[in-house]
């Protein structure tokens, strides 16, 4: 099976514009949740989708994160206007079910670099 | 509140030498536990995961991790290590259907 595809792999935009990170999970996950590792410090999370509905974004860090997820299959997450400090490698992950059990199929990750 | 403690950010050993990354656990009930990998360049790779049915877990590449209640940890060990482990690792944390709560990684170098 395909697994959890991000895209793009790596961002470099200037501080003010917009990015809008894209992730595909596996066929069938319902769940989906997004990550994100500032450097040098461990891997945080964001936010969890359960099909099209936000189950916890508790770990968004402001609102100038938005992240969607119609029809239940993809994901984007937008970020405007970036700043500095949110540089970092975003990593989006799937699981089939909600249970403390199900580990994570994570993607490669999105390298946001702010200038 | 779950959290995650990995003793060591780096560790470092020679090639054939035994791999013990530590990885002390809180949560105030049952826990999940897992441990992920990340290759140079790649994403997060499930390594193995303790789900409360036997306590020492195998996973991939010859490593495994044993759970132990008394002193909340889940280390990772392999008996040789190969340069192709070279990589961070990470321990991982849930309870019933809470987010993976990650710790800091521990990045592991192997000398030839």
């Known amino acids: 099976e395909a697994g959890v595809t991000q895209f793009p792999s790596h961002s470099v935009i200037e501080k003010g514009q917009t990015v809008t990170l894209r992730c595909d999970p596996i066929?069938?996950?319902?769940?989906l949740y997004w990550y994100r590792r500032v450097m040098g410090k461990e891997i945080k999370f964001l936010l969890h989708f359960v099909k099209e509905s936000k189950q916890d974004e508790s770990g968004m860090p402001n609102n100038r994160f938005l992240a969607e997820r119609t029809g239940g299959t993809y994901s984007t997450l937008k970020v405007q206007p970036a700043e500095l400090e949110d540089s970092g490698v975003y990593f989006c992950?799937?699981?089939?079910?909600?249970?403390?059990?199900?580990?994570?199929?994570f993607g490669s990750g999105t390298r946001l670099t702010v200038v | 509140a779950q959290s995650v403690t990995q003793l060591g950010s780096h560790v470092s050993v020679s090639e054939g030498a035994l791999v013990l990354l530590r990885c002390n656990y809180s949560?105030?009930?049952?826990?999940?536990l897992f441990w992920y990998v990340q290759y140079p360049n790649q994403g997060l790779q499930l390594l193995l995961k303790?789900?409360?049915?036997?306590?020492l877990v195998k996973g991939i590449n010859g490593f495994e991790a044993e759970f132990k209640k008394s002193e909340t940890s889940f280390h990772l060990t392999k008996p040789s290590a190969h340069m192709s482990d070279a990589a961070e690792y990470f321990c991982?944390?849930?309870?019933?259907?809470?987010?993976?709560?990650f710790g800091k990684g521990t990045r592991l170098s192997v000398i030839a």
């Open positions: 066929s069938g996950h319902d769940n």
């Open positions: 992950a799937s699981s089939q079910g909600t249970g403390g059990a199900y580990g994570y199929t």
């Open positions: 303790y789900t409360s049915a036997a306590t």
């Open positions: 949560s105030s009930v049952p826990p999940y």
């Open positions: 991982a944390v849930r309870s019933g259907n809470t987010p993976l709560v």
